[in-house]
């Protein structure tokens, strides 16, 4: 028998993984939104932004609004952008509702808006992520901004910031500025916490070296800290001579020590340092 390469997981358990991660996503994107965001009269974009000022304007239920919108948009989305959702998004767009209707009878969590608009966001930004990494989505708004885009040149984010714009107008017209002002800082939360949930809480840094003692650093990184390093083609700007540089990715708790190794072998190095927000490979991440 053929033992699978490199311990990787079967297809079939990284295939209900994310069916978990879905499912679990949504669900806490619903809870966020009647504990936090609809007591609270706070319609941070999308449909869930849209239920709550129908709810509020005439009384329907949010659950119903976001299937009477989100299932037409899956199909429009099948119909003008082709078959590339798949089953994950059409789990999330009809098991969001659900869980919200489900949940509809939970106290708030908090009756003030600032409270609700700050943890809201918190946590439907975690909820999306969660949603993200298991390659799903919840279809709704973000649908509709995708037709836009192939129809008229729109970029993505515009789209986005174009349909989710008029729907906290929407919310500041019908309850007032302050709701939309509270709705901004929920979507701004939200994105934040997005990129948290994906990219994670740690961060590498990346460090460029100009050395006249390439060796010896090279040679100090890779047998002290542990870490590869790549010499990159370069040349100087002044002398436009032959100049190599050294790339080398090193985590947070290893970067004092790059810094310590490299002032001691040459003090007059030239190293500039940038944060890598993901970095995916041997010794870090696997993809």
Partial sequence: MNKRRNNQPAPKFVSALEYINVLIGSAIIALA?????????IASGGVSGISTILLSVFGWEPAYVQWAFNIPLFIAGVIFLGKQFGVKTLVGTIFLPFVVFLTKNIDPWTNDALLGALFGGIVVGLGLGIVFRGNGSTGGTDLAAQIITKYTGLTLGTSVVLIDGLIVL?????FDIERGLYALIALY???KTIDLVQVGFGRSKTAMIITNRQEEVREGILNKIDRGVTKLSAYGGFTDNERPVLMCVVDQREFTKLKQLVKSLDPSAFVVVMDASEVLGEGFKRA
């Fill in 33 to 41: 939104f009647n504990v936090f965001l609809l007591p609270n009269q």
């Fill in 170 to 174: 929407s919310a500041a017209l019908v």
């Fill in 189 to 191: 939360v939200t994105s």
